[in-house]
C-alpha cells in the first residue's frame, strides 16, 4: 500500500527543463539491456534486487538493468574498500556466493529458493554471517554495502520510486516555495497516512 496512492510524479514532466526530462524519462522508456552480467548472474541478481527493495509485483524499478549497464560502462564511484576486489568482481561473486548459500539450504539456485529462504539469506548477508566458498574470502558485511550502495542509489534515481516517497521531482527551473516543517507544495503528493517505517517493522517483528 503505497503513502501516496494518486501521485504521479511524471505529470510534473512539463515543468522540468528539456534536458533533466529527457534523462528522467529514460528511466522509464528506455531501460538498457543486461551487457554485464550474464544469465546465471542476472537470474540470481535480480532475485536479490527484487527481495532488498520489496518489489514482488510489476511494474518493477529495472535496478538490475541500471546497475548492469553502470557496470558494464566502467562508471564506478571513485572508491572501493581497500580490502575488496573491483566492486564488478564483487557483484558477479556475490552472485556465485548466494546460488552456493542457497544449494546449501536446499534450493536450486537462489532465485528458484522459496521466499523465507531469500529472505533469511539476505538477513545473514546484511549481517555478514554468510561462511564458506567465496565468503571465507570476501567479507560478507562490506559486499552487502557495495551491492547496496549500487542498488538504492538506482532505486531512488527513479520516478516510481519518488512516487511511492512524495518526492516532487527536480525543482528547477520552477523551484519551491514552502519550505517550512510540514509545509508542502500544491502540486507535490499528499500522504495518506502517516508511518514510522522503522518502528513499523520492529512492531511487527519483521526487521531482520
Known amino acids: 500500500r503505497s503513502r ?6 511524471l505529470e ?3 515543468h522540468w527543463d528539456e534536458v533533466t526530462r529527457k534523462v ?5 522508456h528506455d531501460v538498457p539491456p543486461i551487457r554485464f ?3 546465471r548472474q542476472e537470474a540470481t541478481l535480480r532475485a536479490f534486487c527484487d527481495v532488498v527493495t520489496a ?4 511494474p518493477r524499478v529495472p535496478v538490475l538493468e541500471m546497475v548492469d549497464a553502470k557496470l558494464h560502462a566502467g562508471k564506478l564511484d571513485g572508491f572501493q574498500y ?10 558477479r561473486l556475490c552472485a556465485r556466493g548466494l546460488d552456493d548459500v542457497a544449494r546449501a539450504r536446499g534450493a536450486e539456485t537462489f532465485d528458484r529458493a522459496g521466499e523465507e529462504v531469500q529472505l533469511e539469506i539476505v538477513a545473514a548477508f546484511h549481517k555478514g554471517d554468510l561462511a564458506g566458498g567465496i565468503w571465507d574470502e570476501l567479507p560478507a558485511a562490506k559486499a552487502f554495502s557495495v551491492l547496496m550502495r549500487a542498488v538504492l542509489s538506482t532505486f531512488y ?36 497516512f502517516d508511518v514510522d517505517p522503522v518502528r513499523d517493522v520492529q512492531e511487527r517483528g519483521i526487521d531482520r
Open 12 to 14: 510534473q514532466a512539463d
Open 157 to 192: 534515481s527513479h520516478p516510481w520510486a519518488w512516487n511511492e516517497i512524495g518526492f516532487g521531482g527536480p525543482a528547477y527551473p520552477r523551484g519551491y516555495a514552502r519550505l517550512g516543517i510540514g509545509l508542502r507544495e500544491a502540486w507535490e503528493g499528499e500522504e495518506e
Open 4 to 9: 501516496y496512492p494518486d501521485y504521479d510524479v
Open 24 to 28: 528522467v524519462l529514460d528511466r522509464v
Open 55 to 58: 518489489q514482488d509485483c510489476e
Open 82 to 91: 581497500a580490502d575488496m576486489p573491483d566492486d564488478r568482481d564483487v557483484w
Open 37 to 39: 552480467f550474464d544469465a
